[in-house]
Nanobody, 125 residues
């Protein structure tokens, strides 16, 4: 059974930084898609950042240049470094995964079968 444990959410002011962490367990594959999604109250889930099996990353335009997704293989941890935070970044953030992929990663939420419980990020002005 795949489990994703997120941590690192909290409150920040505009312009500050936060780092989210996620530790996946139960998935056994060398080719995985790992990503962060978020959902604000009253809005649909949206993808934030994806890290491909080859290590390349993709970002939704609203966070490009401010957020950075990375993974530490030795620590088996996925990160989302969030800089220059804005109030519109306020949302519940989810770590998601799909293990054993044969191609590239999707940015559609339904493509990912494994989701963490979420961690809240609140940015005030």
């Amino acid at each position: 059974q795949v489990r994703l444990m997120e941590s690192g959410g909290g409150s920040a002011r505009t312009g500050e930084s936060l780092t989210l962490s996620c530790v996946p367990s139960g998935g056994a594959s060398s080719r995985n898609c790992l990503a962060w999604f978020r959902q604000a109250p009253g809005k649909e889930r949206e993808w934030v950042a994806i890290i491909e099996p080859d290590g390349t990353s993709d970002y939704t335009p609203t966070v490009e240049g401010r957020f950075a997704i990375s993974k530490d293989i030795a620590k088996n941890t996925l990160y989302l470094q969030m800089n220059s935070l804005k109030p519109e970044d306020t949302a519940m953030y989810y770590c998601v995964a799909r293990f054993g992929v044969t191609g590239g990663c999707s940015n559609h939420p339904l493509w990912y079968p494994s989701w963490g419980q979420g961690t809240q990020v609140t940015v005030s002005s």
